[in-house]
């Protein structure tokens, strides 16, 4: 299956700034997916993400908050804009690329604090 | 309506014994795959096992197995000769439709297991 590598692992960042999240795949894959796990929580969905077209974003979630890149079939970011205590979560990529039978992938996720 | 659903927020079990986790679920769509995974304290989520909706018998993964109940719309996961290893949140998801449709996972609230020694 898939590796994927996910940068930053953990952050604490100040209200108000931004953080953006990379996450490498080792293969070519056509639909990335970003998650939010608050604290405690499930994962939700934030946004599809096909490269060379706009990411799709569930209810909830706004293109302006959550900005989304895919450049290529490999990469992708996902940036937090204007965060705030709330944006406190674990951010979470993954990748189905084995096949419909088979689990997805995920990053290691990104482990985020905001003060 | 939740999609899916697992009522159980903990487990304990005794290490070496067996122990089920509840998994139920919402959907029209004839065609649908469900899934489990693990999540340690470290964050990652690891894949354990997969059921198709038109798969005859029970998916099996090493100590991991999968009860499925298509009637009762069920998916329950059970873990034998539990270790101490596998203390960690457990969840269960969905994924509906067919291949090159919709592909995204729905997640269950999950079930905190602990295995005592």
């Known amino acids: 299956s898939a590796v994927i590598s996910q940068k930053p692992s953990r952050d604490i960042c100040q209200r108000g700034t931004s953080l953006t999240i990379q996450c490498q795949v080792d293969s070519q894959v056509t639909m990335m997916f970003w998650y939010r796990q608050q604290p405690g929580q499930s994962l939700t969905l934030i946004a599809t993400a096909n490269q060379g077209s706009e990411a799709t974003y569930e209810s909830g979630f706004v293109i302006d908050k959550f900005p989304i890149s895919r450049p290529n079939l490999t990469f992708s970011t996902l940036t937090v804009s204007n965060m705030s205590p709330e944006d406190s979560s674990i951010y979470l990529c993954s990748v189905d690329e084995a096949g419909w039978n088979y689990g997805y992938t995920f990053g290691s996720g990104t482990r985020l604090t905001v003060v | 309506a939740q999609k899916i659903t697992q009522t159980q927020p903990g487990m304990f079990v005794q290490e070496k014994e067996a122990v089920t986790l509840d998994c139920t679920y919402d959907t029209s769509d004839p065609s649908y795959g469900l899934f489990w995974y693990k999540q340690p304290s470290s964050g990652e989520m690891i894949f354990l096992i997969y059921?198709?909706?038109?798969?005859?018998q029970n998916a099996t993964e090493g100590r991991y197995s999968l009860n499925f109940q298509k009637a009762r719309k069920s998916a329950n996961l059970v873990i034998s000769a539990s270790q101490l290893g596998d203390s960690a949140m457990y969840f269960c998801a969905m994924r509906e439709g067919t291949q090159g449709g919709s592909e995204k996972l729905v997640f269950g609230k999950g079930t905190k297991l602990t295995v005592n020694p």
């Open positions: 059921q198709g909706s038109y798969d005859q």
